[in-house]
C-alpha cells in the first residue's frame, strides 16, 4: 500500500500522449541501438523535435539543455517525485513482496517533495564536509591501490570492472555510511539490480527476485541504523542520529525523524555507487583509445580533473533523469498537462551544438566541460558530486602513473545493461605491457 511519501511508487499505467505534442513512433532509450550508441540517435531526435513523446515510454522527452535547465530550475511545476519509481507497471506478485507490512521507507531524496525535501537536504549535505572527504580522500586512495596492485598481479589482460570499478565505489559510500566491511558481498548482491527496477523493465521473475533484495535490503539498514543508534561512531549514519537525537520532529520544519535517517541509508548505497562504477569505465573509454590525451595525462596526472570533467560531458554514467509535472504547463510550445512524465535526454543535451563547441570532440582542454547536466541542477543538485568526481580522478591519477602502457583489449564487444538511465559497459578488458 503506497502513502503520499513511499520511496518507490509503481505507475499503474503508461501514460498517453499530450494533445497536440509531437510523437515519435519507432524510438525507445531500452533500443538495443541506443544502448550501444545513444548519442547519434539524441542528437537526431533533438534536432528533429526538441520535446516530443515517446510512446513505448510513456514519457514526453525533453532534448536541448535550455529546456532541462527551465524543468530543473522550476520544481513547483515539475516536480521530481517520481525519479526512484519504476518506469512501468509492477507485477503483482512483486507488488505484492513490496507490500510487506515493514517495507517502508519513506522518500527522502530527490523523490520527497519540498519543503520536506529542503530540510532533509541540509542534513545529507552536511555529511560531505570538506572534513570527511578529506579523510576519505586518503581510504580512496589505499582501496584504490590495493586493488590496483591485485589487478597487476593477476596479469594482462584484467576485467576492470570486476578488479575496480565496482568494488571501490561500494566500498567508498558503505565505508562513508558507516556499513562493516564482512557486509560488502551481501549489500553489494542486494543493490546490484535497482538499476533494472527503476530504470529498466525486467520480467516479472526479475522483478519478484529485486524486490524481494529491496526489503531484505531495508530490514538490513534498520537493523544496521539501531545499532548505530546504541553505539556512534565518525560516520554518516551517527551524524544523521545525532541530528536526530538534537530535533527529532520534523513537525516544526526542522529536524530528521529516525525514519528518516533509515531511509536516508538505504538510498545512499546505491546513489553513491552505481554511477561511479560506469563513471570510472566511461573515463577510460572515452582516454585509452584517444593516446596523445591518454599521454599527455601520464606525463601530468593533475590533467585528471579535467579529463574526469569532460567525460561526465561527453560520456556520462547518467544520461537522463526524470520530472513529473505538478500542474498544466507549456514547454518549447507544447502544452503538458498535469501528470506528464518527463524524460530529460541528458545525451542530447551534453552533446548540443551551441551549448559545447565542437560537441562531438572529447577534449581534456575544453573550456567549461562542467557545464554538462550529468549531476543535475538547482535544488536537487547531486550532493555526492564532489566524491564521484574524487573517485574518479583518483583511479585515473593511479592508472596513468602506474600503467602507462595501458589500452582497451582489441576486439572487445561492449555490453550495456538494458535502461534507460545508466550508462557505463558492463565488463571492460584492459591490457597493458608487463
Ligand atoms: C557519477 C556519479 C553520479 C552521478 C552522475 C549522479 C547524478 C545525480 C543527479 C543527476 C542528481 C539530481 C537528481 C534530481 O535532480 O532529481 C543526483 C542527486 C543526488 N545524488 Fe548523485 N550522482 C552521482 C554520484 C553520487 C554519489 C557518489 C552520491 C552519494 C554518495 C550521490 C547522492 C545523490 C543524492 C543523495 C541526490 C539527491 C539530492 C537531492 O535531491 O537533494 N550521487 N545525482
Given at each position: ?38 548519442y547519434p540517435?539524441a542528437n537526431a531526435l533533438r534536432d528533429e523535435?526538441p ?12 532534448g536541448t539543455m535550455d ?246 560531458r561527453f ?30 535526454n541528458?545525451a542530447s543535451a551534453n552533446h548540443e551544438p551551441g551549448v559545447f563547441d565542437d560537441p562531438e570532440t572529447f577534449d581534456?582542454?575544453r573550456d567549461k566541460a562542467?557545464r554538462h547536466i ?61
Open positions: 500500500m503506497s502513502t503520499p511519501n513511499t520511496y518507490h511508487q509503481a505507475p499503474d499505467s503508461i501514460t498517453s500522449a499530450p494533445p497536440g505534442c509531437p510523437v515519435h513512433q519507432p524510438w525507445s532509450p531500452l533500443d538495443a541501438d541506443y544502448l550501444t550508441d545513444p540517435i523535435h520535446v516530443f513523446y515517446a510512446p513505448d515510454l510513456g514519457h514526453v522527452v525533453v529546456d532541462i535547465e527551465t524543468v530543473f530550475m522550476n520544481p513547483d511545476v515539475y516536480a521530481s517525485t517520481n525519479v526512484q519509481d519504476p518506469i512501468f507497471p509492477l507485477c503483482d506478485e512483486a507488488a505484492a513482496v513490496l507490500a510487506a507490512p515493514d517495507f517502508d521507507p519513506v522518500a527522502v531524496m530527490s523523490n520527497r517533495p519540498e519543503p520536506d525535501h529542503g530540510r532533509i537536504r541540509t542534513y545529507t549535505r552536511q555529511g560531505f564536509s570538506n572534513r570527511r572527504l578529506k579523510s576519505l580522500e586518503g581510504y580512496m586512495r589505499e582501496r584504490a591501490t590495493v586493488l590496483l596492485d591485485r589487478m597487476v598481479a593477476g596479469g594482462s589482460p584484467a576485467e576492470y570492472v570486476a578488479a575496480l570499478a565496482f568494488p571501490l565505489p561500494a566500498e567508498i559510500v558503505f565505508r562513508f555510511i558507516g556499513f562493516p566491511p564482512e557486509d560488502d558481498t551481501l549489500i553489494k548482491s542486494w543493490c546490484a539490480n535497482r538499476r533494472a527496477f527503476s530504470w529498466g523493465k525486467p520480467s516479472p521473475e526479475q522483478q519478484v527476485e529485486i524486490a524481494q533484495g529491496m526489503v531484505d535490503y531495508w530490514r538490513y539498514c534498520r537493523e544496521f541504523v539501531a545499532e548505530r543508534r546504541e553505539r556512534r561512531t565518525d560516520d554518516f549514519t551517527s551524524e544523521l542520529l545525532d541530528a536526530h537525537d538534537a530535533d527529532p520532529d520534523p513537525a516544526n520544519g526542522t529536524g530528521i525523524s529516525y525514519r528518516e535517517v533509515e531511509s536516508v541509508i538505504y538510498g545512499f548505497s546505491f546513489a553513491g555507487h552505481d554511477p561511479v562504477t560506469a563513471l570510472l569505465c566511461n573515463t577510460l573509454l572515452c582516454l585509452l583509445p584517444r593516446r596523445d590525451q591518454w599521454a599527455e595525462l601520464c606525463a601530468d596526472p593533475s590533467l585528471a580533473a579535467a579529463a574526469v570533467e569532460e567525460t561526465l560520456e556520462s554514467s547518467q544520461i537522463s533523469w526524470r520530472r513529473i509535472t505538478t500542474q498544466d504547463t507549456t514547454l518549447a510550445g507544447i502544452d503538458l498537462p498535469a501528470g506528464t512524465r518527463l524524460y530529460l541528458f581534456i582542454h562542467n550529468s549531476f543535475g541542477k538547482g535544488i536537487h543538485f547531486c550532493v555526492g558530486n564532489g566524491l564521484a568526481r574524487m573517485e574518479a580522478r583518483i583511479a585515473l591519477e593511479l592508472l596513468s602513473q602506474r600503467l602507462p602502457s595501458l589500452r582497451l583489449a582489441p576486439d572487445q564487444q561492449m555490453s550495456y545493461f538494458p535502461n534507460i538511465t545508466f550508462r557505463g559497459p558492463d565488463t571492460l578488458q584492459l591490457e597493458w605491457d608487463e
